[in-house]
């Protein structure tokens, strides 16, 4: 079969036009039905994420990073219940592949079961995995179900499916097209045992998430057919037609109420890989006009041969994160609320790679592209007296994705990420109020913090500290949410494997907006001999766990190493002592404008330090006490204005000068030509 095209890719996003049938059975349904139902296919969704989430095996599915889904008979996503955003709008590609290229032959039948991982189908990345179901009532085809989730285990020449060392597709493990794994309601024995000898190091825990997605969709596929029984199968039909094209209208008038223009934001990665390198991650120009927004991505930096690559349509789910989040927070996640957007994408470029680029690690460029939308956005939506308060910085999108594989204190096979660095992210400034500390995960914004003690039951390690991390937030008017840290200590096992994806150790992901500052970079630290057990075995009265005196004073002993936050896989022994790190957002406004009260009480719930109170916010006080002098701060940040002036330049002097201006040469070596980032030669990959 042929891999989708990405003309077709971007077509089937669209919704397809009504049939004569689904236009008739709309007609019929009267508005109050018509309300009720909404909700019933609301509550059925918010059932099986619950069945979704209890019965999952990964930190990915515990922590509600997945997604459930009901689709038309055609493949049109209608509604869908989300821990992540970043599935909903692209799986219509995979449910329209199957229509096309599978009906004659295997054929689509009831009972049947789908599944694929593969990024070239229409999926993100092979550790996003999903199951599908068609909804058949008496024998004819009503609609489709799924259930999506992150599963940290693909058989990827590194442990935890996403291998930062990957040079091509070929190195990334599992990559499955969209094919049937189930008949007759039952999984194919024949494919676990597939699954099970493929490589991964951790089958029993891949083989329950896949039963997890499996089971879920299923329940979707139960209640959808009970709905059917009871008001008959063409109020269904006409129900999810009238909430497409109910969405439709609505997500319409808000894109028509924008104000007309072109908007730019360009944002930069730090890292390709293991490598240390400077790119242009998204260089974004957002053109709205006809009631229409366009996407438009040249610019770009060309693709590269690691593994931070991502295919057009995952841009397009990470895009999906911020629109659900902000300008479509009121609306169902639908297919139609993305038909009056378009987008353009340069071939050859590290958001549109070729075919056997290796993208697991494309989430930390297509989270560029969802920053960028966000900022690019908010330049937008300012001017607009209706949605200026939606305005925020993009979140803090850096952070430690440690994985831990080998055997636990119980003797299992473990491969699985410490997600409490993913999920407690800070919110970028607000315009009208400070962005949440540790809000959620920027792929997942109704992601939870694991249970530390749930933590330490399933895996080797024992978490010694877990607190926000002071002075991780961009400050501002508005500050940033605080990003979080935890430190874990290999605990009950002799040895313990753990590698680490990520980036943003030199180059901040997330920018921030209207003079604020933007928030940390992220460490990669880890103590080797570290005596932190044996200083708490004796019960050291002079031990202190909080993470800033640890760092200042280094009160661990042991063997320090500072690194890039992305590492390869090491063996670590018992009592070693990883950091891992939550990205704080990025500030919102000047940071001389925020109220000395609100500085103080950031020093009191120990967001901020001293120096950043004092040097920063220029803020006057008594350390001991806290208490302001009010004169003291107008002036210092009055001196500061004046120092900011004579600093100052025009726009024309400054042009010039930073013209002259390129980074070291060593670092250029997959930006593209500088500065217009065009490809400088053909990538080659075996």
Request: proline share 6%; aromatic share 10%.
């Amino acid at each position: 079969m042929p891999i989708p095209t990405l003309a077709e890719k971007l077509q089937w996003l669209k919704p397809a036009p009504a049939t004569a049938h689904e236009t008739e059975c709309a007609a019929k349904v009267l508005q109050g039905d018509y309300e009720i139902g909404v909700q019933i296919t609301n509550d059925i969704l918010d059932e099986a994420m619950e069945v979704f989430v209890r019965s999952s095996r990964s930190y990915f599915g515990v922590s509600g990073d997945s997604m459930v889904a009901i689709f038309t008979a055609n493949g049109d996503l209608i509604n869908a219940s989300c821990g992540t955003y970043l599935h909903a709008i692209i799986q219509p590609i995979i449910i329209k592949f199957i229509h096309k290229y599978y009906t004659e032959n295997p054929g689509i039948r009831d009972g049947d079961i789908w599944y694929t991982n593969d990024a070239l189908y229409g999926g993100i990345h092979n550790p996003d995995q999903v199951a599908l179901m068609p909804i058949f009532h008496k024998g004819k085809l009503l609609a489709w179900s799924s259930a999506a989730l992150h599963t940290t285990e693909t058989g990827a020449i590194e442990p935890g499916g996403m291998p930062v060392s990957a040079k091509s597709r070929f190195e990334e493990g599992l990559n499955l097209p969209p094919i049937k794994i189930g008949e007759n309601f039952e999984i194919r024995n024949d494919f676990l045992e597939m699954y099970s000898v493929y490589g991964m190091r951790a089958p029993a825990m891949f083989i329950s998430d896949l039963r997890a997605r499996c089971t879920t969709a299923d329940r979707v596929r139960v209640r959808l057919l009970e709905l059917a029984d009871k008001r008959g199968p063409d109020f269904v039909v006409g129900l999810l037609r009238k909430m497409s094209d109910t969405a439709e209208a609505a997500a319409r008038r808000i894109v028509r109420d924008l104000p007309d223009g072109k908007f730019r934001t360009v944002v930069f990665n730090d890292a390709i890989g293991m490598t240390p390198a400077l790119v242009r991650s998204c260089y974004l120009t957002l053109t709205k006009k006809d009631g229409g927004i366009i996407f438009d991505f040249h610019g770009t930096s060309p693709e590269n041969p690691s593994s931070y690559n991502v295919h057009p349509q995952a841009v397009v789910g990470h895009i999906a994160n911020f629109m659900y989040e902000y300008m479509f927070h009121d609306l169902p996640i639908c297919s139609s609320t993305f038909a009056m957007l378009d987008f353009v994408f340069p071939e050859g470029s590290i958001v549109y790679p070729d075919k056997m680029a290796a993208t697991s690690c494309c989430v930390y460029i297509g989270m560029q592209a969802r920053c960028a939308t966000q900022n690019s956005f908010a330049k937008m939506i300012f001017s607009n007296a209706a949605l200026w308060g939606q305005v925020a910085a993009s979140p803090g999108s850096q952070h430690t994705s440690q994985i831990c594989a080998g055997l636990s204190q119980w003797k299992l096979a473990v491969s699985d990420v410490l997600s409490f660095a993913l999920n407690t992210m800070g919110q970028g400034g607000r315009a009208a109020s400070d962005g949440m500390d540790a809000y959620g995960f920027a792929w997942c914004a109704f992601g939870r913090a694991p249970d530390s003690e749930q933590v330490e039951s399933e895996l080797p390690v024992t978490v010694t500290l877990s607190q926000h991390w002071k002075d991780s937030s961009g400050p501002g008017l508005h500050r940033g949410g605080s990003g979080g840290v935890q430190h874990w200590m290999v605990h009950k096992v002799p040895h313990l494997v753990s590698m680490c994806m990520g980036n943003g150790s030199k180059v901040p992901l997330g920018q921030p907006l209207f003079g604020g500052y933007a928030s940390s970079p992220i460490p990669g630290i880890s103590i080797r001999k570290a005596d932190l057990l044996q200083q708490m075995s004796e019960g050291n009265p002079q031990l202190t766990l909080d993470n800033r005196e640890v760092l200042g004073q280094k009160t661990i002993h042991g063997d320090w190493n500072f690194e890039f936050v992305a590492r390869t896989p090491k063996m670590y022994d018992e009592g070693d002592l990883l950091f891992g790190f939550s990205g704080g957002g990025p500030g919102y406004g000047d940071p001389l404008e925020r109220p000395p009260e609100e500085v103080l009480e950031d020093l009191r719930k120990q967001i901020i330090s001293d120096w950043t109170a004092q040097n920063i916010y220029k803020l006057a006080y008594e350390p001991e006490r806290r208490k302001l002098d009010v004169e003291k701060t107008k002036q210092l940040r009055d001196e500061e204005r004046r120092a900011r002036l004579a600093r100052g330049k025009s726009f024309e002097e400054f042009h010039k000068e930073w013209n002259k201006k390129k980074p070291p040469e060593e670092i250029l070596q997959w930006y593209g030509s500088w500065p217009d980032g065009k490809p400088l030669g053909p990538i080659v990959r075996s």
